[in-house]
């Protein structure tokens, strides 16, 4: 395609591409080649549908998109024109596929999503339950475009938004309508996207930055990174929007090194831009001018925060700097130049805030959080992937509605949100909205979208070890209260999971948590206690336990407990006394037992039992409350 020269030039390919692309009726399948979908074989099932296609003389539209969301079911498609979702497709399904659905327009049963396997089969992707509750905006595009080509997006309404600020609003206007909307930033405490933009725009100075911060280093999030591997055009006309509305001519999106495919196709559809004149100087004959490039980071957590993320941009050591200066204000961005920060679902948020207008955006959600979230739902849920809900929507909508509820129908136990900066919510908050305000005051947070789901089985004492242990290895190590204080931290409560907690670790725990808070250089630190004050306040009984009964209610932390043998529930089947090692598994005419002088508490007995007899109780004679009386 050749150079456009101005706003009618690309209003006309507009109307060009439209008969020509995804035209009506037309045989198509959209594959899933996300991250998730392409490890579970989305390649072959790609190859496989090109050779059936070719084998048949068929003409199909094989459509290679981003992720479809449903990541626990894929490969997943969708078989067009008669609008079949289909789940777990391998390649011996595809012949299937096209004598079935190609060839005769009805669907294959045996891909079709089930709830179970004996449920009924749904066939369109509306009506699965994951999907039923689902407003998507960031995600708009995921899973129906193929993200290395423009037209496709094109298409889809991209770059309509940037098309109507160009040609009909100033820059005040479109900074208007991004602060009318209330647009809240998606990347961490929720600040609001219009407020962060005039700050930018009123520090003066030639040259100011737009920088996205796709560094995504959350444990089970990939939100952004599903944004960029499958919609990269939104991204630039996001950052496209902020340079108009604040004047700014240069813009870099951070993104890490690990992110392979997110490189490549940003990549390629900045190329994509540059050559159509969507980027560039004189953006479609106008006197804006706006060049983006792609800075890799090396994939430090402490680099989503905002100074350090600077620091890594100018070549330096990802280090945390002190505000102020501020990035909005001068000396404060990169080079010493002032800059515009938000993250990766933020901007996709800005073209239809633009196209739609702010109130269009505020009827969705609530009032003080207007619009959608994307979560990554993970953990022991039955359907987990990328789900994009308005705001306001429950916790248990969420969890049971779209997720389909707790693996082998165990009892739910809490859900971390936030990242591993985020608090441990439990039962009784299932019912609360799900906002950035109603986050914060249950001692938790929203983040960039991390959901964690914990049944039953889950210690919550352990959990708490594991978010720690990650922040703690991820410190930069500038400011002593987060280095040596998550240090003291983890020391302790790698303690109390084995066995060997002190009465005063409790008090002592809670006591560093709060300082690092309060001293922390930046968010990092400050975050990092959350998950333990957070657990501390919601399940002390848990910690009690492990202190004082030496005991894991949930049977996950090794040295804790006294391991006996159910001999109701015991099929005398001797697997736990070939398992042990240490001859604490002792056979008599009654039954097998085990010695308490003899046994490591190893857990080797536990894990052999094939029907669960080998149980781990508290001490004999020891309970939290007598322990708490002899501690006073």
Request: one cysteine or more; glycine letters at 12%; charged letters at 25%.
């Amino acid at each position: 395609m050749k150079r456009l020269s101005n706003i009618e030039d690309f209003k006309t390919l507009r109307r060009e591409i439209e008969g020509t692309v995804f035209p009506k009726d037309a045989p198509r399948a959209r594959v899933c080649c996300g991250t998730a979908c392409m490890a579970t074989g989305s390649r072959k099932v790609i190859k496989s549908l090109e050779d059936g296609a070719s084998d048949k003389g068929m003409d199909i539209e094989i459509v290679k998109t981003g992720c479809q969301g449903l990541c626990q079911k894929g490969p997943v498609m969708i078989v067009e024109p008669a609008g079949l979702f289909y789940q777990r497709v391998k390649e011996k399904d595809v012949p299937h596929i096209f004598s079935y659905t190609f060839a005769k327009g009805t669907p294959y049963r045996q891909s079709l999503y089930r709830e179970d396997i004996l449920s009924e089969p749904v066939e369109k992707i509306d009506d699965v339950p994951f999907y039923k509750k689902q407003v998507r905006i960031a995600l708009r595009n995921n899973g129906r475009i193929d993200p290395g080509n423009i037209e496709h997006s094109i298409v889809m309404g991209g770059y309509r938004a940037m098309e109507k600020a160009l040609g009909s609003m100033t820059p005040d206007e479109v900074l208007d309508e991004v602060d009318k909307a209330n647009l809240r930033g998606r990347g961490g405490a929720g600040f609001p996207a219009g407020f962060k933009w005039r700050h930018t725009k009123r520090s003066g100075g030639d040259i100011k930055f737009v920088l996205a911060n796709g560094d995504e280093g959350d444990p089970g999030a990939f939100m952004d990174r599903a944004i960029m591997e499958g919609d990269p055009h939104s991204l630039i006309e996001g950052m496209i929007l902020c340079a108009y509305a604040i004047e700014a001519r240069y813009g870099l999106i951070y993104v890490r090194h690990e992110y392979p495919l997110a490189v490549k196709n940003l990549k390629a559809a900045i190329k994509q831009a540059e050559e159509l004149g969507l980027l560039g100087m004189n953006i479609l004959g106008t006197d804006f001018s706006f060049t983006l490039d792609i800075k890799e980071g090396a994939g430090a957590f402490v680099c989503g925060e905002s100074t350090a993320l600077i620091a890594s941009i100018e070549g330096e050591r990802g280090f945390p700097r002190p505000r102020p200066p501020r990035l909005s204000e001068p000396e404060g961005g990169p080079w010493g130049y002032a800059a515009n920060l938000n993250n990766i679902e933020t901007y996709v948020c800005v073209p239809p805030i633009v196209e739609k207008g702010a109130d269009w955006f505020r009827g969705i959600g609530t009032e003080k959080s207007p619009g959608t979230k994307v979560f990554a739902l993970t953990g022991k849920v039955k359907n987990t992937g990328l789900v994009e809900v308005p705001m306001g929507i429950t916790l248990r909508e969420i969890i049971y509605d779209i997720g389909g509820g707790i693996i082998g129908n165990k009892q739910f136990k809490a859900v971390q949100t936030g990242g591993p900066s985020g608090g441990c919510i439990p039962g009784k908050h299932l019912d609360m909205s799900v906002d950035f305000d109603s986050l914060w005051e249950v001692g938790s947070m929203m983040g960039s979208g991390g959901m964690v789901v914990m049944d039953e089985d889950t210690c919550m004492v352990d959990m708490a070890k594991y978010f720690l242990s990650f922040t703690q290895s991820e410190s930069c190590g500038k400011c002593p209260p987060c280095r040596i204080g998550t240090f003291h931290m983890l020391e302790i409560l790698v303690r109390i999971t084995s066995g060997h907690g002190r009465p005063d670790d409790l008090e002592d725990i809670e006591k560093i948590a709060n300082s690092i808070v309060k001293t922390s250089l930046c968010g990092l630190g400050q975050g990092a206690p959350n998950p333990i004050l957070s657990t501390l306040k919601y399940f002390p009984e848990e910690y009690e336990e492990h202190v004082y009964d030496k005991y894991c209610r949930a049977g996950v932390c090794g040295g804790l407990g006294t391991f006996v043998i159910d001999h109701e529930q015991c099929i005398l089947c001797g697997l736990c006394d070939k398992a042990c090692a240490y001859d604490a598994v002792k056979e008599t005419r009654r039954g097998y037992f085990v010695d308490q002088d003899y046994c490591t508490k190893c857990r080797a007995c536990y894990t052999a039992c094939p029907v669960d007899a080998v149980k781990i109780t508290k001490h004999p004679g020891k309970g939290v409350a007598e322990s708490a009386e002899s501690k006073a």
